[in-house]
């Protein structure tokens, strides 16, 4: 069992809810990345979402794009993020470490030699915003080799028979993205989130898990009463934007917005169960 099925369930029997923090490697600085991270699990991040830099991204909104930007400024690259990951796994061999990025670092490593790497690395589960699952077959053959999961994207406008082709392929689990656009954009329809979820839920059983729009303690605790997981990144960027001029606050004020979302959604689940 892959550590991010073992994440779910312990999750499950304790009637609780995965928080997935994402952050950019490299930003704002390559040695803040590791300590982001251990900061994010002790707040209370059950799974870390790690974006690999790319200079011509398709779903991430400004506020990611930025992070990207001041990333490849540092020349930051895939090698350099799975030696972040090989860093954090000095500390840390528990907590499921995905990687969420685009498919052109992935084909110019080759796709063995990064399952292999990314493996030996520690990295749990690969998200690749632009591989269609038509296309995925070969990567997911390498990946899945070293018990690594394919992640896949669920849009509100995909269709059920797509939904079920994902659902197929998918492994660790299911990442919902909660509107229409990019990261960070919009307010969300919880009603249409309940929605969607459930006939996601009529294909698979794998944990869905929902990201985009989400920007706060309660919008976390909202959707951790119809998801899995909630999943959030340009709030966690904006934090350390905000804070980059006083790096001393930098980790403590980002962690500080994860422990929120974490107490809001165990409050809330609470709630449920009581």
């Given at each position: 069992m892959s550590r991010i099925s073992t994440c779910f369930k312990?999750?499950?029997?304790?009637?609780?809810?995965?928080?997935?923090?994402?952050?950019?490697?490299g930003d704002p600085d390559p040695g803040d990345t590791v300590p982001l991270a251990h900061a994010f699990v002790k707040a209370g991040a059950d799974i870390i979402e790690l974006g690999v830099p790319f200079s011509d991204?398709?779903?991430?909104?400004p506020v990611i794009q930025r992070a990207s930007e001041r990333a490849l400024a540092q020349h930051i690259n895939l090698p350099q993020v799975l030696a972040m990951v090989r860093e954090f796994r000095q500390q840390d061999s528990k907590t499921p470490?995905?990687?969420m990025g685009y498919l052109n670092p992935i084909e110019a490593m080759g796709y063995q030699v990064f399952a292999q790497a990314a493996a030996q690395a520690g990295v749990d589960g690969i998200l690749v915003v632009d591989?269609?699952?038509?296309?995925?077959?070969?990567?997911v053959t390498e990946i899945t080799q070293f018990e690594m999961d394919p992640i896949f994207l669920i849009a509100p406008t995909t269709s059920k028979e797509?939904?079920?082709?994902?659902?197929?392929?998918?492994r660790g689990y299911v990442y919902y993205v909660s509107l229409k656009g990019v990261?960070?954009?919009?307010?969300?329809?919880?009603?249409?989130?309940?929605?969607?979820?459930?006939?996601?839920?009529?294909?698979?059983d794998l944990p869905i898990g929902v990201g985009f729009g989400i920007k706060d303690a309660e919008s976390a605790k909202t959707i951790?009463?119809?998801?899995?997981?909630?999943?959030?990144?340009?709030?966690?960027?904006?934090?350390i934007e905000q804070q980059m001029s006083r790096r001393s606050n930098m980790i403590e004020e980002a962690a500080a917005l994860i422990a929120s979302m974490r107490r809001a959604m165990d409050a809330e689940i609470n709630k449920v169960t009581s």
């Open positions: 312990d999750l499950h029997l304790e009637g609780r809810k995965a928080l997935i923090p994402y952050i950019t490697a991204p398709m779903a991430d909104g470490v995905v990687l591989m269609p699952p038509e296309e995925a077959k070969a990567l797509r939904i079920k082709i994902i659902c197929d392929i998918a990261t960070g954009a919009a307010t969300l329809d919880v009603a249409s989130v309940a929605h969607n979820i459930a006939q996601i839920r009529n294909e698979t951790a009463g119809v998801a899995d997981a909630v999943v959030v990144g340009s709030a966690i960027i904006q934090k």
